[in-house]
């Protein structure tokens, strides 16, 4: 396999990515969906939307070791080509095509930060999720006081938000936060993977974390 960079391809789809991440495509592989997966009491038949499921690893994860009835949404047509038998829809992540409080938890992971609209994306999980249910967001976070030169925050997502941005939005869009978990060791040693596998990290300083929120019980 040719590990060769093409900047014009995200690192989700660099062939370099898939040597330093494995199936998943993000840091800490599976560490992040189980512990939130716990956190949330997760139960056999759930039902939970992995949204920007990529190549489906989740999807897998969440049936095979929870029980849950999980389906996947990605606005990639490639990466949803690739998971094969489960069950996933095309969909964008602001526009979900799925009823209104169906879901009893919604997996983001590692993909709020690429949406150029992430509060519309937060209404729209709102929006699927039952009275009570959990969103568990994992993402890249730029670091706070970092800023790239014209002002914004930076980081290797062009829409990386500081930590307590992505707790206010989720909070605005109702959400009660939970947990919210430093995580960046696990994005130092995806970067030192990809570095050994031929590709280079993001250029901007950037930490990960773990959110869980959930929506009102009393919002129907
Ligand atoms: C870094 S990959 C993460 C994939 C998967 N969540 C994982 O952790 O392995 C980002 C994913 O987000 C998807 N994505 C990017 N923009 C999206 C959008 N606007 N709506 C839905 N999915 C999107 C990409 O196609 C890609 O599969």
Redesign the pocket.
């Known amino acids: 396999m040719s590990l060769t960079t093409n900047v014009r391809i ?3 789809k660099q062939p370099y990515m898939r040597v330093a991440a494995g199936e ?3 840091p800490g592989g599976f560490a992040l969906t189980d512990r939130a997966a716990a956190l949330a009491g997760l139960a056999p038949g759930a039902r939970v939307l ?6 489906g ?2 999807v897998r994860r969440l049936r095979s070791r929870f029980g849950a009835f999980a389906i996947g ?4 047509a490639d ?1 949803l080509a690739e998971a094969r038998a489960l069950p996933v829809l095309c ?4 526009s979900l095509g799925v009823a209104s409080g169906v879901m009893d938890m919604v997996f983001c ?3 709020l930060s ?3 609209n992430p509060r519309k994306a937060l209404d729209e999980f709102y929006r699927v999720l039952r009275p009570g249910g959990y969103l568990a967001v994992a993402d890249l976070h730029a670091l706070e006081h970092e800023q790239c030169a014209d002002g914004q925050a930076c980081g290797c997502a062009g829409n990386a938000f500081d930590a307590r941005q992505l707790t206010d939005m989720a909070s605005r869009a109702g959400f009660s936060i939970r947990t919210r978990e430093d995580h960046s060791g696990l994005l130092r040693e995806l970067a030192a993977r990809m570095v050994l596998a031929g590709g280079s990290p993001c250029g901007a300083p950037s930490g990960y974390m773990l959110v869980l929120a959930q929506k009102r019980n009393d919002d129907a």
């Open positions: 995200p690192h989700w998943t495509l993000r992995d949204v920007g499921c990529g190549t690893a989740t949404a990605d606005n990639s990466q969909a964008e992540g602001t992971e590692c993909v690429l949406l150029t």
